[in-house]
Structures are given as structure tokens and as C-alpha cells.
């Protein structure tokens, strides 16, 4: 099983641009589709973005949809979240995801059960 660690995360202000970085650990990153997560304070965690096993496919939120970009270099086993035109409403904590799947549907990709390993999160705080 995938061991993933998250970095990236600041204290920006709203139109900031912010890359976030997933590190994966474990030899199966190059076939497995991933996804981003995030979860802010007294709510519930929900679905960012997911990219499938190639980078062929992405999906994404359409809260961030021409915002944030997902893309992975699975010679470095790393899964990014480009941020742009950051606003408040942003801010949270990031997960990265590893899926059972290699690729999926947006549905599928979309929800939480669609992922076997977690992070721990990195903190992204987006003031106005």
C-alpha cells in the first residue's frame, strides 16, 4: 500500500497561486489513479480533483474547475495541485489520495470510498 506525504501548504493571500506536492511511497504509483481532497473547519471533507493513472484523464471539482490543475510525474512518484486565483473559500486541509482504480469515471473518482491511502494533510490558509 501507497505511504503519501503532502507539502506545499501556506498562509497566502486571495489571488495567490499555491503548487501543493504529494509524495508517493510504494511501487504501485504509476498505476493508480489519484485524487486530492480537502476539508475545512466544521465541514465536511470533499472532492478536489483526481487525475487517472497515466495523466490522460483529470476531474475536477466545480468549485476549482479553471483554477487548479492536477498533473503527475510518476518518475518522481508525485501528484501536484496548481493552484491559482486562490480565495478564502479555499482554505483547508489538503489530503492526496491513492484510488483502488487506475481510472474511473468522475462519479467514482469524485467520493472518498474510491481511495485506499491517505496523507496527512497540509494546511492552506488563504486570507482577503
Known amino acids: 500500500q501507497l505511504q503519501l506525504v503532502e507539502s506545499g501548504g501556506e498562509l497566502v493571500q486571495a489571488g495567490d497561486s499555491l503548487r501543493l506536492s504529494c509524495v508517493a511511497l510504494?511501487?504501485?504509483?504509476?498505476?493508480?489513479?489519484m485524487g486530492w481532497f480537502r476539508q475545512a473547519p466544521g465541514k465536511e471533507r470533499e472532492f478536489v480533483a483526481a487525475?487517472?493513472?497515466?495523466?490522460?484523464?483529470?476531474y475536477y471539482a466545480d468549485s476549482v474547475k479553471g483554477r487548479f490543475t492536477i498533473i503527475r510525474d510518476n518518475d518522481k512518484n508525485t501528484v501536484y495541485l496548481q493552484m491559482n486565483k486562490l480565495e478564502p473559500g479555499d482554505t483547508a486541509l489538503y489530503y492526496c489520495?491513492?484510488?483502488?482504480?487506475?481510472?474511473?469515471?468522475?462519479?467514482?473518482?469524485?467520493?472518498?470510498?474510491?481511495?485506499?491511502?491517505w496523507g496527512q494533510g497540509t494546511q492552506v490558509t488563504v486570507t482577503s
Open positions: 510504494g511501487r504501485t504509483f504509476s498505476s493508480t489513479a
Open positions: 487525475i487517472s493513472w497515466s495523466g490522460g484523464n483529470t
Open positions: 489520495a491513492a484510488s483502488k482504480y487506475s481510472d474511473y469515471d468522475r462519479p467514482t473518482l469524485g467520493t472518498s470510498r474510491a481511495y485506499v491511502a
